[in-house]
């Protein structure tokens, strides 16, 4: 199986910041990664798939970026409803692998 | 638009077969792949496995040999069955839809979530 390791596992920051996390896959998976966002007791929302690409209606402010084993999701400028828990996902190869989630939490 | 509900028995006596269905409902089912994924609470997702409108299947192998998939075109429903069970199956189970974007998916709609304990 395809480990994917997230960085950091928690994260404090404010309103208004610039956050970045990181995935790193335990072997080369290409662009195929997607990354969600997961509110308590709510089921995970896709945000980006394919590394880069934008899911509709999800906001601007996200990005990500890489490829082969290193990924990074960016939130620009921090809001109050992005304080979740977040999750890449690795789409390269069965079993379909998650990280271990890293939680986003209000400084 | 596309809404998913999973249904079935919120607790299962260990060693015996946990039953999920989900009904897609504001869409077809037809040619999708339909996952289940699950959550012990306070940890991270695990993949159980897909089906596609065909019947075709892909399973987790550290379950397969304990997981059934099917679907119902008819219907407009997919079904999970996990035999076996213990308390370490206990968790959120969750269906999705899959975005296909190479081998494997982006799951793009998710079903609220149900929760399945395993105990007598």
């Known amino acids: 199986d395809i480990q994917m390791t997230q960085s950091p596992s928690s994260v404090s920051a404010s309103v208004g910041d610039r956050v970045t996390i990181t995935c790193r896959a335990s072997q080369g998976i290409s662009s195929w990664l997607a990354w969600y966002q997961q509110k308590p007791g709510k089921a995970p929302k896709l945000l980006i798939y394919?590394?880069?690409s934008l899911q509709s209606g999800v906001p601007s402010r996200f990005s990500g970026s890489g490829s082969g084993t290193d990924f990074t999701l960016t939130i620009s400028s921090l809001q109050p409803e992005d304080f979740a828990t977040y999750y890449c996902q690795q789409a390269n190869s069965f079993p379909e692998t998650f990280g271990q989630g890293t939680r986003l939490e209000i400084k | 638009q596309v809404q998913l509900q999973e249904s079935g028995p919120g607790l299962v006596k260990p060693s015996e077969t946990l039953s999920l269905t989900c009904t897609v409902s504001g869409g077809s089912i037809s040619s999708y792949y339909w996952s289940w994924i699950r959550q012990p609470a306070g940890k991270g997702l695990e993949w159980i496995g897909r089906?596609?409108?065909?019947?075709?299947?892909n399973y987790n192998p550290s379950l397969k040999s304990r997981v059934t998939m099917s679907v119902d075109t008819s219907k407009n429903q997919f079904s999970l069955k996990l035999s076996s069970v213990t308390a370490a199956d206990t968790a959120v189970y969750y269906c999705?839809?899959?975005?296909?974007?190479?081998?494997?998916?982006?799951?793009?709609?998710w079903g609220q979530g149900t929760m399945v304990t395993v105990s007598s």
């Open positions: 089906i596609y409108t065909s019947g075709s299947t």
């Open positions: 394919a590394a880069s």
């Open positions: 999705a839809r899959g975005m296909i974007v190479a081998v494997g998916d982006a799951f793009d709609i």
